[in-house]
């Protein structure tokens, strides 16, 4: 059944994942500045942009905590 409260929780669930997305996404843009090399340097950023632009669609909560377990 849907209440009112299992939108509340939902809604909580999205947001802290939210957060958690746009953390690993600045968290991973951070660490390919450390590569030395341009080129790498590049392709990381690129391969970065391209997954979580790929994934933006996503919706179902289980999904996206997966794809959050398998980025880390």
Known sequence: ???AYSKISE???KMSSKGKILSLYKLML???QKFTSYNYREYARRRIRDGFRDN???SDSQTIENQIKYSK
Do not use: F, L
Request: net charge positive; proline share 0%; charged share 25%.
């Open 1 to 3: 059944m849907y209440t």
């Open 11 to 13: 809604n909580s669930v």
């Open 30 to 32: 951070r660490e390919s």
């Open 56 to 58: 933006k669609a996503v």
